[in-house]
């Protein structure tokens, strides 16, 4: 099962093949381990989980920014894992898209309790994203998907990479735009799936 855009899988294709010849030494020694994707999955859940609490429990922004970026490399690391080894199918997919959506709301969850966004800007951010990948399952169960489709995670985590080191206030333009652009793929998945039953 695939829950990415027709536009995204020709990107992930060229940047995948990229990626997997740099990765492969790291994804080598990780199979001979025994580690799978579905672990390098849950791992990634948990830094971004231990990014927020440390952040929460310390009032210290950079917690939050390391375990965000570690979770997306992370992200990245497992369907390396996962193309080099015994795939896991949609269950794999499962679980990619889980640790993604956990990462989604640690992200929304420090937008809301930050300076960087209105807590209703942070939050219509973690529901519309959230709403995304739910969609995008449900129209790949379908054997449906969008033509293109915008995940903003990467921009507004760099936005606020940005805002911590050169303290700027780049988070805050940028979160309105991803909402938007949220809010219309949202609408447009919802369509299409009602049109397919």
């Not at 379908?142 to 489709?149: S, Y």
Request: with cysteine; proline share 3%.
């Amino acid at each position: 099962m695939n829950i990415y855009s027709a536009v995204e899988q020709n990107a992930m294709r060229w940047f995948q093949c990229k990626k997997d010849a740099l990765l492969s030494p790291v994804v080598q020694g990780l199979l001979s381990l025994g580690v799978t994707a579905n672990m390098v999955s849950a791992l990634s859940a948990m830094a971004a989980v231990g990014g927020l609490f440390a952040t929460l429990a310390t009032a210290q922004p950079w917690f939050i920014i390391v375990g965000l970026w570690a979770h997306i490399l992370l992200d990245g690391l497992d369907g390396s894992l996962a193309r080099a080894g015994t795939p896991s199918g949609d269950a794999g997919v499962a679980a990619d898209l889980w640790a993604d959506s956990i990462g989604v709301l640690c992200l929304g969850l420090y937008l809301t309790i930050s300076d960087l966004a209105t807590t209703a800007m942070g939050a219509l951010f973690t529901v519309a994203y959230l709403g995304l990948n739910a969609i995008s399952f449900a129209l790949a169960r379908r054997g449906a998907q969008f033509r293109f489709v915008l995940r903003p995670r990467i921009l507004i985590l760099g936005g606020i990479t940005v805002d911590m080191t050169f303290s700027s206030a780049v988070t805050p333009l940028i979160v309105p735009f991803a909402n938007a652009a949220l809010g219309a793929f949202v609408g447009l998945g919802l369509y299409t799936l009602t049109r397919r039953q």
